[in-house]
């Protein structure tokens, strides 16, 4: 059995699917600020947009997937792990503490439901509520399907282009930053979330039309196979080194440089060239990527869970080593269990009734 993973099947890139979990981690630190002095680790998201918009790609175009097809996969892979984390978190205020749901601005009601529909970042809500990462997952979600879809079925560069030059544009003179937006609104009706996952898809796209460009005419030459490891190896060690400084330290007007640089980040790993590619891609590593979903959604309910039950977690904690090891041990086996008996069963499921319902539309409806 080979230790490595081959970049196979429909736009499956192993070692982008390992990046996607530290990057997921980043995420966690951020939210619970073990390490306080990188601040700026919610840059981790664009991460999340960018490498989206790639992803999806190769598979839209090589597939064909049609577009209700597409709807629904998207529905599968995303709605089963969000709708058991929201009813955990709904669980856990019900059961733990003094009892009773922690009151939000917006109404308790109206942003449970925003979150059932998966709209909690699209205008609805001022605030973040119930599993506040979700944000990302909300604008993403119907992002991918009003819009990314389209953009790639159709091969719009030009405006792909355009979005995501206006969309930072836009941010940069409203905001002036990147790392706290999400549910912040512009002109008062558009949260700064969607526009900032807008951008972050469109470019994904574009990453891959750069990606193909460059796949269709590198050589073949197996001579030169080790000069391109080396100086592909060198990139990626550097890549790695600037999207950690940028995602950790970038502050302000700074953020925005660390879009270029997780766009190259991603076309530069997705050649899978280097030294680095290839340790990311060692099946135990590769196997951490698939939890990188789980890892995002599953720590904001062990947060509140922790809170409820006296051992707070964030800014001004004096984290112990025992603690830090249980909640971050917690966070690992609930991505395991929640990947293998959630989110794959689920997606099944979910995409059974799809198919059945597609075919009776399609029945229906002659097409």
């Known amino acids: 059995m080979s230790w490595f993973l081959p970049n196979v099947g429909e736009g499956r890139y192993h070692q982008l699917d390992t990046l996607r979990f530290f990057f997921a981690l980043a995420v966690v630190f951020h939210h619970i600020s073990v390490f306080s002095w990188m601040s700026s680790l919610g840059l981790a998201v664009d991460f999340f947009f960018i490498l989206s918009g790639f992803v999806l790609t190769p ?14 996969r998207r529905i599968a892979r995303m709605y089963p792990l969000h709708f058991v984390t929201l009813i955990a978190i709904l669980l856990v205020y019900l059961l733990t503490g003094n009892g009773g749901i922690r009151p939000y601005p917006d109404g308790e009601l109206l942003t449970f439901t925003a979150h059932l529909f998966l709209l909690q970042n699209m205008g609805f809500n001022d605030h973040l509520s119930w599993n506040w990462p979700s944000w990302s997952i909300s604008v993403e979600f119907w992002l991918n399907i009003l819009l990314l879809y389209f953009l790639v079925s159709r091969r719009m560069i030009i405006t792909s282009i355009t979005i995501t030059i206006a969309s930072f544009a836009i941010l940069y003179a409203t905001k002036g930053g990147l790392s706290w937006l999400h549910t912040q609104q512009i002109w008062d009706f558009v949260p700064s979330g969607l526009i900032r996952c807008a951008g972050g898809l469109a470019l994904g796209y574009l990453c891959y039309e750069i990606f193909l460009g460059f796949e269709e005419n590198r050589t073949r030459n197996p001579s030169r196979k080790i000069t391109v490891f080396i100086l592909s190896s060198i990139a990626e060690i550097s890549l790695i080194a600037l999207a950690f400084w940028a995602v950790a330290y ?3 007007a700074e953020q925005f440089i660390a879009i270029p640089v997780l766009m190259v980040l991603v076309i530069v790993f997705s050649f899978g060239n280097g030294l680095l590619s290839q340790l990311l891609s060692i099946r135990i590593l590769a196997y951490l990527g698939n939890l990188s979903y789980a890892v995002y959604l599953i720590h904001g309910p062990l947060i509140i869970l922790s809170r409820r039950l006296g ?30 008996l959630i989110e794959m069963p689920g997606k099944k499921a979910v995409m059974s009734v799809g198919r059945v319902w597609l075919e009776r539309a399609r029945k229906t409806h002659n097409y």
């Open 59 to 72: 598979f839209i175009l090589k597939t064909k997937i049609g577009y209700g097809d597409f709807v629904w």
């Open 250 to 252: 970038f502050q302000r």
């Open 311 to 340: 051992y707070p977690m964030g800014r001004d904690v004096d984290y112990t080593p025992e603690r830090l090891i249980i909640f971050f041990g917690a966070l690992f086996l609930f991505s395991v269990l929640s990947y293998h």
